[in-house]
């Protein structure tokens, strides 16, 4: 975000922020509740998750350092957000973000090249949930995720048994792909069984073959 900022500026932005630290588990964007700040991540890994009327709960992003979140539209924050291990952050109360933009208007314009890419990853979103298999949902996300963690650059595979952090958990993917534990578990077994994937422990995939799987995602096979 900060990357088309003066040293100058820069400082004047530093000096608009709230530095946060948050301990695995924290919440610290309740939906629902008034849209007081915006965050800027640093450090760690977040998920962003909305609450349904029995309990459940649907996993709708995650966000990790560099992401930018807050951009509510209304008076209301639209969704929860959840530390998943230890996050360092920058938060910005909406009256001093702004005080920002008048002084920055380049910031202004890339918040919105940010609000932007989130359209597309919504639209891509809906894609997953409403026409792809399990098998394919699973195959999509390892490599956006790949690309997320800049393993590959954007549009392009991972190069073979290409190793990749995964942090999340299964229910967290679960709840992202509005499947079952239990079909995560079979999925990956398969991916794995198949010779595409290897998993040497819970937090951690080895993209074996990279293009078997985008042709698993791409539905091509």
């Not at 209301?76 to 973000?97: G, I, P, T």
Request: glycine letters at 6%; aromatic letters at 6%.
């Amino acid at each position: 975000m900060c990357n088309a900022l003066t040293d100058d500026e820069l400082e004047f932005l530093t000096r608009a922020a709230q530095r946060v630290s948050l301990a695995p588990g924290t919440v610290f964007v309740e939906e629902g509740e008034k849209a007081s700040y915006f965050y800027n991540i640093n450090q760690g890994n977040v998920r962003l998750f909305k609450s349904l009327p029995d309990g459940r709960r649907q996993i709708t992003g995650f966000a990790g350092p560099g992401y930018f979140l807050g951009l509510a539209a209304g008076e209301n924050n639209a969704f929860s957000a959840e530390a998943m291990d230890h996050v360092k952050l920058c938060r910005f109360s909406r009256a001093s973000l702004m005080a920002v933009f008048e002084e920055l208007p380049v910031l202004e314009r890339k918040l919105l090249d940010v609000a932007m890419h989130e359209l597309v990853l919504a639209q891509q979103q809906m894609l997953l949930l409403g026409r792809k298999t399990a098998i394919e949902r699973i195959a999509s996300f390892l490599l956006a995720w790949a690309e997320r963690l800049e393993i590959c650059p954007a549009g392009r595979l991972p190069a073979p048994n290409a190793v990749m952090k995964l942090p999340l958990s299964r229910t967290d993917l679960a709840d992202y792909l509005g499947l079952t534990i239990e079909t995560v578990s079979r999925s990956l077994s398969q991916l794995k069984r198949d010779g595409i994937i290897d998993i040497p422990n819970i937090h951690e995939i080895i993209l074996t073959r990279p293009r078997a799987l985008s042709e698993i995602a791409e539905a091509a096979v």
